[in-house]
């Protein structure tokens, strides 16, 4: 029996790019008070569709599609890159990143500003995911008192609402896929290296990669291919022209057939039991060979060694960005950031800046304490970590649920998680981890992660095509108040 796909992408449903902007401004316009999930729209976003539409040339793969980008990377126009903070308000450098003018060449529209998590969620380590000075609380369309995640907070809230078919995030570490997940959307982490990160707000230049946030797996794969590219300017790139790919190409929805895949039995549970237990019936019914892996040696230790990198990086990346920025940004250090909050009310009036304060205090790329957790760090995620798994349980990637369903809002206590998937392995290798919807915890979405060696990233997403189109999991949002004010819990709240 033929199985029914997912509903084709939105840009083969509607004729012009102007109709497309049009209609995405429209729905931003309508939706984005309730959301936060966008700072600014592009007010050349209706010229560049204008001009597209006149072409006569050869159109682009995504002509007409109307991306946001997250507001920590740069594009031409009026609009000012503040990766949601005060200090960057004047920033606006009138040039697109390299991925931005990838993106323009393949015919897609960039319409605007993505809310984040202010900084890409490094300034505190209490901070609330989604928030920035700049944009306010970006509120989850599922239930608008959830959090969103972080750090592309906006970038997955404005797809899951139907605002745009899709947007860009960046991560330094679950910054694409927890958004992803807990909107009940698409998300790709590439390989670190495949595409550009000249002119995007830096955290790590060992771990940072922007990628696609879509609805479908297809649009991400059409999507990733436009990003992908070396740049001179950015040596982690230098072999990404190598292995250029047409990714939609790739995908097969008889992927799984046949591969021996990995269950991460030590990143599963925090409420996902039921959705990765449906999931992992899917895989095997696409006739994927299940090996469960109970443990990883070395895991606990990852995390120590990676925010020694992270802070470290973050002082001398975040330096030598600012000293680039227009003579409109007085902030011209970490150091000026730093004392920039403290005479700005908003900064800190929610929570503080204890990440920027340490980083302030870490000694420089040349330290060997940095260069040994760099290398101890590596080893044990890609390795020690990805690598030996996948060798020595015979399998070609790893599956895993991405994250618990969304936590409530805490403007008191910061983010209240309980629990996280293994993607954190993939973010310190710089490996490519795919999250596809797989159902709802209680009518929030929740994601199933796809994580395989470095360039796998056309196996991983054909990997999770077959899975998306053999379990349709996405949900719809329903934009309740509270999940408790619709079903399936509501009900449940009253006496019977």
Not at 50 to 55: H, K
Not at 429 to 448: E, I, R, S
Request: contains cysteine; hydrophobic residues 45%; proline residues 6%.
């Amino acid at each position: 029996m033929a199985r029914a796909l997912i509903a084709a992408p939105v840009i083969a449903q509607q004729p012009g790019a102007e109709s497309q902007t049009l209609a995405a401004i429209k729905r931003i316009e309508t939706l984005n008070p309730r959301l936060n999930a966008v700072i600014a729209l592009d007010p050349t976003a209706l010229d560049q569709a204008r001009a597209l539409d006149r072409q006569r040339k050869a159109r682009g793969p995504l002509f007409g599609m109307p991306i946001l980008v997250k507001d920590n990377i740069e594009m031409k126009g009026p609009l000012p890159t503040t990766a949601g903070s005060l200090a960057l308000k004047g920033n606006v450098t009138n040039r697109d990143a390299p991925l931005v003018a990838n993106l323009r060449a393949a015919g897609a529209v960039i319409v605007g500003k993505a809310n984040l998590s202010e900084w890409a969620n490094i300034r505190a380590s209490n901070s609330i995911s989604g928030w920035s000075a700049v944009g306010g609380q970006v509120r989850n369309p599922h239930a608008l008192n959830r959090n969103a995640c972080g750090s592309s907070s906006g970038s997955g809230a404005a797809v899951a609402a139907g605002m745009v078919p899709a947007a860009i995030g960046t991560e330094t570490d679950g910054s694409i896929t927890c958004p992803a997940a807990i909107n009940g959307i698409v998300g790709f982490k590439p390989t670190v290296g495949l595409v550009s990160r000249t002119h995007v707000v830096p955290i790590s230049h060992s771990q940072d990669t922007a990628g696609p946030m879509t609805r479908t797996v297809r649009d991400a794969a059409l999507v990733l291919a436009a990003l992908q590219g070396s740049d001179p300017a950015d040596p982690a790139t230098a072999e990404a022209d190598r292995r250029r790919t047409d990714y939609a190409a790739t995908l097969s929805d008889t992927a799984l057939k046949g591969k021996r895949i990995g269950v991460m039995r030590f990143a599963d549970g925090f409420g996902t039991d039921a959705a990765f237990t449906e999931a992992l019936e899917t895989l095997k019914r696409e006739g994927a060979i299940l090996v469960d892996i109970d443990a990883l040696e070395g895991r606990d230790q990852i995390g120590g060694h990676e925010i020694k990198v992270l802070l470290t990086e973050l002082k001398a990346d975040m330096n030598a960005y600012l000293a680039a920025t227009p003579a409109s940004v007085k902030t011209r250090t970490l150091a000026d950031l730093i004392a920039f909050n403290k005479v700005q009310p908003r900064e800190l009036a929610l929570f503080g800046q204890d990440l920027f304060e340490q980083a302030e205090a870490t000694k420089g790329l040349d330290d060997p304490d940095y260069k040994t957790a760099r290398a101890t760090s590596l080893r044990l995620a890609g390795a020690d970590g990805i690598d030996k798994l996948l060798r020595e349980h015979n399998v070609v990637a790893l599956v895993g649920p991405t994250m618990p369903p969304a936590w409530l809002i805490d403007s008191v206590n910061g983010d209240q998680i309980s629990g996280g998937g293994a993607g954190n392995l993939a973010a310190v290798a710089g490996y490519p981890h795919l999250t596809v919807p797989m159902g709802n915890v209680k009518g929030l979405p929740v994601g199933l992660s796809f994580i395989g060696p470095k360039w796998s990233d056309a196996l991983i997403l054909s990997l999770g095509y077959d899975y998306e189109q053999a379990s349709q999991k996405r949900v719809e949002p329903q934009f309740l108040d509270s999940i408790e004010a619709g079903a399936p819990i509501a009900p449940l709240l009253s006496p019977p």
